[in-house]
């Protein structure tokens, strides 16, 4: 059994901390929104480029981390890429690289899209902006982490795919579904503000969980389910016919979402927060098949 379990923990590590599983959770949201919007797309030009940009940029942000913060500073999945960071290199380089190439199958409108969106992407970890004498990097501005998090994820994962099939989707549905997205990653990102307030406070970052606490947070977060809960609701039996697959999926999605990131304040475990709290951006994709 102790064998077992270290083989596999060794597979979760480089399932995990290489990027390749939050890579195909942003590409699950992509899928996700053509199934919602009524594209029959599957793996095309938009979920691959998702797919390896996320693996280029979270591949990118975590070298920069390696070099910004000291051995006896680092996490578990910051000491597991030190070990293996030509395997995180290669992957960003990768990821790159397959980017450059998917780029040129995007309509006109999905790459001025894409502009803005990536540009906050790459910054999000370079120190950039003055502020009292030092520079800081997007991700150190309390407030501002969680809304740029929330803003890209949703403008890629929603309105590229919406820019890039542009004649097949109407603009309403569009609307909902991008407020649905931004409902669920503003919750998922809560999530892990709520995971890192200690490491927050003393870095004297102000995120929402420093500032308001514990119990304001899940309720904020239960507030957001709320919303995306209402909002199906709205898309899929008063906008379109009644749809009683998509609004269960929506409905279980926000229920099970809800009790993952509860259990995560209160659950130490590495594993936990990038497996099943990343994981739920994959959960609807998964219910939504089951309805085909």
């Known amino acids: 059994m102790k064998l077992l379990k270290t083989i596999t923990n060794k597979i979760l590590e480089w399932v995990l901390y290489s990027n390749v599983f939050i890579a195909l959770c942003a590409a699950a949201l992509v899928w996700e929104t053509e199934i919602l919007l009524g594209i029959s797309a599957g793996i095309d030009a938009i979920s691959t480029m998702v797919f390896f940009a996320t693996l280029f940029l979270y591949g990118g942000h975590r070298i920069l981390s390696l070099r910004r913060i000291p051995d006896a500073n680092r996490n578990h999945q910051l000491k597991w890429s030190k070990k293996y960071q030509f395997a995180i290199f ?5 990821g790159g690289g397959m980017v450059a190439s998917a780029v040129f199958h995007l309509t006109f409108s999905a790459f001025i899209l894409l502009i803005p969106m990536g540009a906050i992407s790459i910054l999000y970890e370079l120190p950039i902006i003055r502020h009292k004498g030092k520079y800081k990097r997007l991700r150190d501005i309390g407030f501002l982490k969680i809304a740029w998090i929330t803003i890209v ?3 890629i994962t929603v309105l590229l795919p919406a820019f890039q099939y542009g004649e097949q989707v109407q603009g309403l549905e569009v609307i909902t579904v991008f407020i649905m997205r931004m409902a669920l990653i503003f919750s998922l990102g809560l999530s892990f503000d709520l995971r890192d307030v200690q490491y927050d406070e003393a870095a004297g970052l102000k995120t929402i969980p420093v500032i308001y606490g514990r119990s304001k947070t899940i309720r904020l977060i239960i507030w957001c389910f709320t919303l995306y809960f209402f ?4 898309q899929f039996s008063t906008f379109q016919h009644f749809d009683f697959g998509k609004l269960a999926a929506a ?3 926000a229920m099970l979402s809800y009790r993952l990131i509860v259990a995560a304040t209160v659950i130490d475990d590495w594993y936990y ?3 099943f709290v990343d994981g739920i951006m994959i959960l609807n994709f998964l219910l939504l098949q089951l309805d085909k």
């Open 90 to 94: 290669i992957l960003t380089l990768l």
């Open 231 to 234: 909002i199906a609701v709205l």
């Open 153 to 155: 994820w949703s403008a």
């Open 251 to 253: 409905t279980v999605t």
């Open 273 to 275: 927060y990038p497996l």
